[in-house]
């Protein structure tokens, strides 16, 4: 039997649209289209790349330069109303969604399935580097999912915001009123160097990281730690968990290396760890190698570096490489696409937790909305939000963290509101700050000459 072709079977997808030129921007016209349902089309999309104050975070690849990059989306529609994405902002990322952007004008902000089209199309197969975090390989698809997702963000937002429903209601319903989030610790310098030291001081031992932990616990109520390993030989890191576990006996605990160790090393801290972790997130590289550690450890092991789009999944599975998968919309491909991952993590059984790097409100109401609406979300949300907070685009006052917590916000769409003063002081910051990519390597080099990243590097 030979296969239907395109245009004989009904369920193939329809070729994506030739994209159309921008239009100007008309606010408050009636909405119309020919059947008489309203349309919500976009007349134009606003690309706006910012950087923001970074502390000296270390990890497997470097440290963290005082500026984080991301870009502001804003999507314009004929009905006046705005919606807002936020996503990485490197240069190659900020090129891609530049070229995808005029193709999204002239359709109609409910069209996501063809707004994904457009975006591949647009693409043209081009595959993307993780310039923006330890997030693993980059596939063709996973580019596509990258770029399509700060679009849908804020597509979601316009839906939400013109039917007056918040933005959790559109993806089933919220299951739970307010998102657990987890303490997110780091080693780090007490400042960048040559600065004074900053509000969270140094963290280069167990003392330094119980420390930590206790400045974040006291600030946000957090209820679960994960510590950022990676960065000294593995025994120090164990000793810094057993310090964090004696001094915070039920709270659950997390450490990620970054696949900075060996099978071998892997399983040794997995069995000094035994009973202290509730997960290892990727102790060691790529699908087999997870597979060979998780064989024998005897705590789960997590990801967010080898399986990160949807075609790593079934691969993993195969070898039951690993038992969490730390979704994130921000190159999950969206909210939807997020939630497509968490039915599939469902079905076969495997736990579900979220990933985060370096970003402010509007990502993390977009991560409240999802989580909200994720039933088998089975852990707390990992955030980097306090160490970038100070410099929030969005309007204070909606995100919030009671113990360890995020309300979800009620408003329609995402909401929340841009702060358009931030957003030009940190779009100046851009301007000059003088990075366009993330570059951890690069600037611990500056201060240790013969560092070199290496992966697995004990
Ligand atoms: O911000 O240094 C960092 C993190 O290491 C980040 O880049 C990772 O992607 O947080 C992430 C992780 O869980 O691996
Ligand atoms: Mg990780």
New binding site residues.
Partial sequence: MSEASNSSNPLAPTEPLAPTEPTELTANVAPASTSGRSRLKITDVVLTPIAFRDPP?L?SAGV?EPWALRTIVEIHTDEGICGIGETYGDIGHLERLRTVAPALVGLDAYELGPMHQRVAAALRGQTGDDKH???GKISAPGTVDRVYSAFEVACLDIQGRAVGRPVVDLLGGAVRDAVPYSAYLFYKWAGHPGTEPDQWGEALDPVGVVSQARQLIDQYGFGSIKL?GGVFPPEQEVDAVRALRDAFPNTPLRL?P?AAWTPGTSLKVAEDLDGVLEYL??PTPEIAGMAEVAAKAPMPLAT??CVVSFEHVAPSVAVNAVQVILSDHHYWGGLRRSAHLASICEAFDIGLSM????HLGISLAAMTHLAAATPNLNYAC?T?YPWNAADDVVVPGVLSFVDGSVAVPAGPGLGIELDRDVLGRLAENYRTCGLVQRDDTGYMRKFEPTYERKRPRW
Avoid: R
């Fill in positions: 975070l990890n963290h975090g330890l997030t950022k990620d970054n997130e990727d967010n570096m990933h985060s790097n370096s990992d980097h």
